[in-house]
């Protein structure tokens, strides 16, 4: 087996148990999502990306494209609602960035 093999498995695994599962134009996909200003409050941690992001698996993003609409179903105040894919950054390492805008 393939480091490349290896690293599928193990990222399989930890989205299955640890995803968030949202809705992409419909698609069910699981991901990881991320908003900023619901970050604990920790010291300062200065980092680049301000924007909400959804990072999922490369097999994942298949046909997602800019524009294309996001729904995470949680309650609001956890970052759920309506978004849209504003940028799509390859981590080069079986991951893929989604980088969001809210919408209504």
Do not use: C
Not at 42 to 50: V, Y
Not at 67 to 89: A, C, S
Request: hydrophobic content about 40%; cysteine-free.
């Amino acid at each position: 087996m393939g480091f490349r093999d290896l690293i599928t498995d193990v990222d399989a695994t930890v989205f299955e148990i640890l995803g968030d599962t949202v809705l992409i134009e419909g698609r069910e996909v699981l991901g990881m999502f991320s908003a900023p200003w619901l970050q604990p409050k920790l010291g300062q941690i200065r980092t680049a990306l301000r924007e909400p992001h959804l990072v999922i698996r490369v097999q994942d993003n298949v046909g997602i494209e800019v524009k294309h609409k996001v729904f995470f179903d949680v309650p609001e105040e956890d970052g759920g609602g309506n978004y849209l894919i504003t940028g799509i950054e390859p981590g080069g390492d079986g991951l893929v960035t989604l980088i969001l805008r809210k919408s209504l």
